[in-house]
């Protein structure tokens, strides 16, 4: 359509006045003077360009309103949009959440004697009511030089039987283990780890019982608790320090240096508690422990060389291991290594793994370097890429619990077999290694997938030199 100038200036001069109009800025007289202007004007146009004024402010109006909407979506929608735009991709797979089937195992029990209670802790660690020595729970009990059987009324480093000695870990060993010693087979020191994990997983309140203040553990699941009493401690001396306000407690595992004369400990005052270092020859309480082993393994198909494994029913014919190298049960994580690496990821400096920086082709069924290969035999291996994305492909997966570990159960949707990845007692997620690297500048990346209650993913950018989990595989 074309205008002429008088049109086009008529028109530029209603559309100003309206603009002013919309923005609150006309005084009656004003408005007057657009009325009358109104007559002169072609109505077709004037109802054109009212209706372009008054589509132009609710489309602003709708896309203020979106943006402060926007400014209010929570961290965890915005999260979840982004999850799902990385769905739509093709980039992750995201696991459907199951709920856990109910515990069963009853809340506590008695081993010779002496009480434990079920805190619900994902290892199935069963805490002792009473420290060693005592008979109730506000009892501080004894207290014992580490890895020593017996209390003595001198704690000094010239008269610790440990003290300065290259020892491993003492849980459950009679000749230096007091809670073996003492209350029998079923019971023994706690490692530092499942401290930790009572750590993780328990709240602690400083409470009084008796006449003793102390810790209070609570699993906020299931509400059970145990307290741990203010023992004090005997260092380099035969009097007892701080007996009615701190807690000192040995755990079964030394700390190693080149004097050999430490071991973890769980210490606490008044509202701090933390994990630290003892002298072995200090004097300490002791809070037994024993083990509650499901040992929940997937069922099996078959077995090569002592491990079994899972079918699938894969295109490829491909058989999965029932669980991860160094897991006892499918429960479990296994034991972690670096890319490459034959031996546990103990030591994840740059450069310690033998192929942090060499160019390098698959490894795949290299017993010098492919872990599944040379710690289960010939007939086993690392998976590939492909064959990782071959079991996205064909199953459905569920964020679940098995025994007392989450993690994503791969169902196999053509047979309906299926396997377990757990996922790391307090952590986000796991990773298994790729017997592939992946191409980078810098040759010290490869393939891995990894394993969350939101994602499953495969990754290309994880260091050679970080300890990954390794699910075997065998044709």
């Known amino acids: 359509m ?8 008529r028109n530029f001069l209603f559309i100003a006045l309206s603009l002013l109009l919309s923005a609150g800025a ?22 054109t360009i009212t209706d372009g004024v008054n589509k132009s402010t609710k489309t602003s109006s709708k896309s203020n309103t979106e ?17 799902q735009q990385l769905e739509d991709q093709g980039d992750i797979v995201r696991p459907k959440k199951v709920d856990a089937p109910k515990n069963e195992s009853p809340a506590t029990g008695v081993i010779n004697g002496h009480e434990w209670v079920d805190l ?3 290892s199935g660690t069963r805490w002792a009511t009473c420290n060693v020595g005592a008979t109730r729970p506000e009892e501080p009990g004894g207290l014992y030089a580490w890895g020593e059987t017996a209390t003595k009324t001198s704690y000094m ?13 003492i849980s459950g060993n009679a000749t230096y283990d007091v809670a073996t010693a003492k209350w029998g087979k079923g019971w023994r020191m706690p490692t530092k780890n499942e401290f930790d994990e009572l750590l993780y997983y328990c709240i602690y309140k400083y409470v009084k019982k008796g006449n003793l203040w102390g810790h209070e553990f609570t699993n906020e699941k299931n509400g059970r608790s145990i307290f741990l009493p203010s023992t004090g401690y005997k260092e380099r001396s035969s009097q007892i320090s701080n007996a009615n306000v701190c807690g000192n407690y040995w755990t079964s595992t030394p700390y190693k240096d080149s004097y050999n004369n ?4 769980y210490h606490f005052g008044a509202a701090l508690g933390e ?9 300490f309480g002791v809070r037994p422990v024993s083990t509650n082993n499901t040992m929940i393994t997937v069922p099996s198909q078959g077995e090569t060389n002592g491990h079994k494994w899972v079918d699938l029913g894969l295109p490829s014919g491909l058989k999965w291991a029932a669980c991860s190298i160094g897991a006892p049960s499918s429960e479990e994580c296994g034991t972690e290594y670096q890319w490459g690496a034959t031996s546990p990821a103990s030591d994840r400096e740059k450069g310690k793994t033998p192929l942090y920086k060499e160019e390098s082709g698959s490894i795949k069924g290299n017993p010098k370097y492919d ?14 890429k492909d064959e990782f994305q071959e079991l996205l492909d064909n199953c459905d997966w569920e964020w679940t619990q098995l025994g007392r570990i989450y993690g994503c159960k791969a169902i196999s949707k053509i047979n309906g077999n299926y396997i377990f990845f757990p996922v790391k007692n307090g952590e986000y997620s796991s990773s298994f290694w790729s017997c592939e690297p992946s191409k980078s500048v810098y040759d010290h990346t490869s393939y891995s997938i990894e394993f969350s209650k939101d994602y499953i993913r495969i990754s290309s950018s994880n260091l050679r030199n970080h300890g990954f989990f390794i699910y075997p595989v065998t044709k």
């Not at 004003?30 to 146009?45: N, P, R, T």
């Open 262 to 265: 430490g071991a973890h400990e």
């Open 275 to 283: 994990m630290g270092q003892g002298e072995r020859s200090s004097g």
């Open 2 to 9: 074309r205008f002429d100038k008088i049109n086009i200036m």
């Open 157 to 169: 480093p010239s008269n610790g039987k440990t003290y300065g000695k290259d020892i491993d870990d």
């Open 67 to 83: 943006s402060k909407s926007d400014e209010n979506v929570s961290s965890s929608t915005r999260n979840e949009r982004h999850l």
């Open 26 to 47: 006309m005084e009656a007289n004003a408005q007057g003077f657009l009325k009358d202007l109104k007559k002169a004007l072609d109505s077709k146009v004037v109802k």
């Open 120 to 122: 619900g802790l994902p």
């Open 371 to 384: 872990t599944a290969t040379a710690l289960w035999g010939s007939s086993w291996r690392m998976p590939t």
